[in-house]
């Protein structure tokens, strides 16, 4: 079985501080992991994915198999990141299993 | 113009009965997917397709049905056992690949009058 847990439902910080969304998973095999995106109104998006090891927006993530996480991080906040952020994990046969977000709030 | 479309926006249901709900894409994907998203449980799948023709149960699949006779199509029905219908449910596609990526619609919100 594979899961994806996101502990925190809401974060919540000031302008120019740094972020950390956390997200943990199970899977008994090699994943494939990503988080994705909902702003207010719109679709949900893909914001990256390990596999790449890319910057996007200035987020990060690193996938640390030892303890099974794959927290989303970004140095300096700005209020135009607040959204709805998920996690998801891919296994074997494309099943797609996301995480349950985290509403992160950007305050001036 | 490329994507996902689900459709109604809104769709409302009297207890007991059936309700299908679409989705289309002109994305060329082989795998679609259907998620419920309820507020504070995130995207729970309910049913994936990987390809035309072949369909699997994701974790909450008890009271709805799905089909994929095209590979631009992946339907779902929401039936009377169903016990809690009411929600926003969400349609995807996703390319090929290592890099995959999914698509999503805009969604249906289904409400049981």
């Known amino acids: 079985a594979q899961r994806v847990t996101q502990p925190e439902k809401l974060l919540s910080v000031f302008k120019g501080a740094p972020v950390e969304l956390k997200c943990n998973y199970s899977?008994?095999?090699?994943?494939?992991l990503f988080w994705y995106v909902q702003y207010s109104r719109q679709r949900l998006q893909l914001l990256l994915r390990?596999?790449s090891r890319e910057s996007i927006k200035g987020f990060t993530a690193d996938l640390n198999k030892g303890e099974t996480s794959f927290h989303l991080k970004k140095p300096f906040a700005q209020e135009e990141d607040s959204a709805m952020y998920y996690c998801?994990?891919?296994?074997?046969?494309?099943?797609?299993?996301f995480g349950t977000g985290t509403q992160l709030k950007v305050e001036l | 113009d490329g994507g996902i479309t689900q459709s109604p926006k809104y769709l409302f249901r009297k207890e007991g009965q059936n309700v299908t709900l679409s989705c289309e894409q002109n994305?060329?994907?082989?795998?679609m997917y259907w998620y419920r998203q309820d507020p504070g449980q995130g995207l729970r799948l309910i049913y994936y397709?990987?390809?035309?023709?072949?369909?699997q149960k994701g974790d909450i699949a008890e009271g709805y049905s799905v089909s994929r006779e095209k590979k631009e199509s992946f339907p779902l029905t929401v039936t009377s056992a169903q016990k809690n219908p009411t929600a926003f449910y969400l349609c995807?596609?996703?390319?090929?690949?290592?890099?995959?990526?999914?698509?999503f619609g805009q969604g249906t919100r289904l409400t049981v009058v």
């Open positions: 994305l060329n994907h082989d795998a």
């Open positions: 397709s990987q390809i035309v023709n072949d369909f």
């Open positions: 998801a994990l891919t296994g074997g046969g494309n099943k797609l299993t």
């Open positions: 390990h596999i």
């Open positions: 899977y008994s095999g090699s994943p494939e």
């Open positions: 995807a596609s996703t390319t090929p690949g290592w890099d995959t990526e999914a698509f």
